[in-house]
């Protein structure tokens, strides 16, 4: 199964930016909804951010706790999905995924249909 990449995670302070990158093969980005998905140690994955294909509604869902914070995009040139995160807290501290989730149909409930899921990067807000 192809896998997606994840990058752009690293540390930053608490109020702080970060933009990370998920890129995917031309076989999959102009055909699936794309998800962020986060996880900590010890704690259940958090579906993040969904965004639909082009095609379809083109829709951009979001987290409650990061809705305002957070926004999903595409790029069809470079077949990257981008979430841009804002205001980060201590909270947000996770690691990150991204997946393909048919029609942003399982990302807020955790992911359970998602597939193609990349190798994560790490997000650390600390002061």
């Known amino acids: 199964q192809e896998q997606l990449v994840e990058s752009g995670g690293g540390l930053v302070q608490p109020g702080g930016s970060l933009r990370l990158s998920c890129l995917a093969p031309e076989s999959i980005f102009d055909y699936y909804s794309i998800a962020w998905f986060r996880q900590v140690p010890g704690k259940e994955r958090e579906g993040v951010s969904c965004i639909s294909t082009p095609t379809s509604d083109g829709g951009a869902y979001y987290a409650d706790s990061v809705k305002g914070r957070f926004t999903i995009s595409r790029d069809s040139a470079k077949r990257t999905v981008y979430l841009q995160m804002n205001s980060l807290t201590l909270d947000d501290t996770a690691t990150y995924y991204c997946?393909?989730?048919?029609?942003?149909?399982?990302?807020?409930?955790?992911?359970?249909?998602?597939?193609?899921w990349g190798q994560g990067t790490q997000v650390l807000v600390s002061s």
């Open positions: 997946a393909t989730d048919l029609f942003c149909g399982s990302w807020s409930t955790g992911g359970s249909r998602a597939q193609n």
